[in-house]
């Protein structure tokens, strides 16, 4: 025997029916052989299980918000160094060094090294941090380019 919850949808009255099984359900209700013990009508159907709907569609709405978190995160975070922070280029380890050694006001900047930049400020003791990918929001437009050395 199965029990489904079961609604009239003439008189919207919710009942319970107990059934050899999914097919004697089935069959009965397509004959028009499940009467609403309200109004006798006809047009029954299973009612749409609220509580196993939701708790179903718990888990995928949990993972997205936790997706979206973490997106929302990243796109501050790149959001705060585009707006707090100087675009200097390929100049990064100059101007890095410039504010180290006090020659220019310190200024939160961020830009692109070499890897042999990159150890050449980690050697002299200059804080760098790399930004990964993500966390990187795009150069602007106008930035000026150091031109390359001929
Ligand atoms: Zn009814």
């Given amino acids: 025997m199965i029990r489904y919850a079961l609604i009239c949808h003439d008189c919207d009255h919710a009942f ?3 059934f050899a099984n999914s097919q004697a359900f089935d ?3 397509k004959r028009g052989q499940i009467d609403c013990p309200e109004c ?9 299980m609220a509580p ?3 708790s ?6 949990g993972k997205m918000d936790e997706e979206a978190l973490v997106k929302e995160f990243v ?3 790149r959001q705060h160094v585009s707006q707090n922070f100087d675009y200097v280029g390929d100049g990064f380890a100059e ?3 410039a504010m180290y050694y006090g020659e220019q006001e310190d200024r939160p900047i961020w830009g692109e090294t070499t890897s042999d930049e990159r150890e050449a400020l ?8 790399p930004l990964p990918a993500p966390f990187a929001p795009r150069p602007p437009k106008s930035a000026k380019r150091k031109q390359p050395l001929n």
């Fill in 16 to 18: 319970e029916g107990w």
């Fill in 27 to 29: 069959r009965l209700s």
């Fill in 40 to 48: 006798a009508g006809h047009q029954v159907g299973k009612q749409i």
């Fill in 52 to 54: 196993a709907v939701r």
């Fill in 56 to 61: 179903s569609d718990k888990a995928l709405p």
């Fill in 75 to 77: 796109r501050r975070a």
């Fill in 95 to 97: 101007e890095a060094r």
């Fill in 122 to 129: 980690a050697e002299e003791g200059i804080a760098a941090m």
